[in-house]
């Protein structure tokens, strides 16, 4: 905003034109890229969705027509609403932790998470497998406890994909709640407590509702993440859950069905952005401010 | 019995000892202030009393009962803290209904409360705002009306005024003496400002370095201070250097510097004869005369550095034969304090029996 009027009092002056120009030439191999790489071929992809195999919403129609397809977007839905729980009731108790614990504590929390992150999603994706198969750490641990008779099925299942993507997708609600909670001040925790409010009470009634904005903002962001992710549920999941992005592929890759591919694409584009319009409505400008 | 009592509080941190021995006796209905200047144990003993921090050591017993094991939420006493803790998604009706709800009161009482609650704090038809759209002030009333809702037997109030400036504070100051009146709750008030203390409390305890140093109303403390720091700290004084030549039944005989002796006057503290010690004046008991006095009485003798006008009285700052920088108030028109100028010497008259010697 400073270097706009920056700009509108060199207008004034009169000597404008060559500096916006140029400005703007900076962004122009940016938006080539954009447009090149991204813009251009989701395009041409929706496109195919109405030409393939011939003009016409026909795609359209076998998708959202039939018991099969219906069931993956719905079984993605509740994957990724599962997800998002689990995810917000894991997170909030650690971003809560972050927010109280001594600063060098937190930063060594936060390394480790961060750290996570940029590893390599196959790598920990496939960690999670060894881990999780019949034969892995955790089902031979508690067997060898004594606490199952036999393997737990933990892979190639719901379980699997709840447990895989949720670990991937703690960093995403964990960083924007504790940037809420941290802004609150303790000592209005002290004054509850003081009111006579039990820590559940303090909790239910004064920090979860301060906290709200970055739980939403956070749990939308996983849900839509979750929406759209394909290496996890297709290494962790079973074919009985299926979901929307394996069916893209599937479709792309396996059947060549560039029709079929674009309208799931857009069945799924549509939904993130209507979700997204959703999250700016509750809380993109008015956030607490008591309106 | 004891409505309240404190006894050998202790509170270490570490190797840090925040708080050592407190001992304290609080009688119902009373505005005791805790004063003393930061790190001196106030607060700690504040939030112990809150249930905030856990003492080392030590006992608090309300009406006989110890507090101690009893956690924040049980204790049923109420805070206002130096920050604001207005709950900020809430109402000011509903910040004040808060502590009611949780206590699951019926809903014709907690309105009835709540309305009862903003009259006493004068804040009527406020109660649909939320904290963020009221002054610094207002949140402070609305605090303590959340704090005296559910009629707690005492009152925590930690310095809830230092944010707001000065002509705010003295408005504040004087609603929460009529909320301590027509409310009769005990408070327990921490501060640094001794104005603060002397203009609200029934007694004063003075903290210096984890202990109470004296307990007193404010004339006391200031007509008989205990130690040189509650001298220091409640009132303005002026030290000088002396010896103490002989000492008994609380007098001593001093000398200042080589030629003045002085005797009677009260002493604080041990010294044995010979030993070092300070004098200590009020600056708005010292007599002021041109040139010297003759020797013998209780006069020091000064130079003057600076004279500066304040209104309703005229400050002299002045450095004493023996280097001491001084003080003395003089009222509005003294006489000789209109021709004075600096560098001018002076004499500095004084009751030995109203002034304070404090062994080093």
Sequence with gaps: ????????????????????????????????????????????????????????LQNYQALLGSTTYLKIFLNTFSVSALVTAVTLAI?????????????????????????????????????????LQRTGIINK?????????????????????????????????????YGVIRKIDPAILQAAALCGATRWQALSRILIPLAAPGMVSGALMVFVMSLGYFVTPALL???????????????????????MGGAAALVLLVVTLALYAVQLKLFGTARMEGR | MTFLQIRGLRKDYGIVTAVRDVNLTVERGEFMTFLGPSGSGKSTTLYILAGFENPTAGDILLNGDSLISTPSHKRNIGMVFQRYTLFPHLSVGENIAFPLKVRRLPKAEIDAKVAKM??????????????????????????????????????????????LDKKLREEIQHEIRRIHQETEVTILYVTHDQEEALRLSDRIAVFSKGVIDQIGTGPELYANPATRFVAEFVGDSDFVDCRVLSAQNGRADIAVGSSLTIRGVPMHGRAAAGGAAALMLRPERLSLARGSVGQGSANLAATVTDITFLGSNIHVAAAAETGEALSVRLPFGHEAAS??????????????????????
């Excluded at chain 1, 008779?149 to 447990?163: C, F, K």
């Excluded at chain 2, 004084?350 to 404090?358: K, L, Q, T, Y």
Aim: proline letters at 7%.
């Design chain 1, 1 to 56: 905003m400073a270097l706009l009027t920056e700009q509108e009092k060199i207008a004034a002056v009169g000597s404008i034109r060559p500096i916006r120009s140029r400005n703007f030439a900076l962004t122009v191999p940016a938006l080539l890229l954009l447009v090149v790489f991204f813009i251009l071929p989701v395009v041409s992809l929706l496109l195919r969705s109405v030409m393939e195999p011939e003009p016409g």
């Design chain 1, 91 to 131: 997170g909030f108790p650690v971003a809560w932790a972050l927010a109280i614990m001594p600063k060098r504590w937190a930063s060594i929390v936060f390394a480790v998470l961060l750290l996570s992150m940029w590893t390599n999603l196959l790598t920990r994706t496939y960690a999670w497998m060894v881990l």
């Design chain 1, 141 to 177: 641990t508690l067997m060898g406890l004594g606490l199952i008779s036999e393997p737990l099925p933990l892979v190639n299942n719901l379980v699997g994909v709840t447990i895989g993507m949720t670990y991937i997708m703690l960093p995403f609600i964990i960083l924007p709640l």
């Design chain 1, 237 to 259: 999941g079973g074919t009985a859950n299926m979901m929307l992005a394996e069916l893209i592929a599937q479709f792309v890759q396996s059947l060549v069905n560039w029709g």
């Design chain 2, 118 to 163: 903003l009259k006493l704090v004068r804040l009527e038809g406020f109660e649909d705002r939320k904290p963020a759209q009221m002054s610094g002030g207002q949140q402070q009333r609305v605090a303590l009306a959340r704090a005296l809702a559910y009629d707690p037997p005492v009152l925590l109030m930690d310095e809830p005024l230092s944010a």
């Design chain 2, 339 to 360: 021709s004075l100028s600096r560098g001018d010497t002076v004499s500095l008259g004084f009751d030995p029996a109203s002034a304070h010697v404090f062994s080093a």
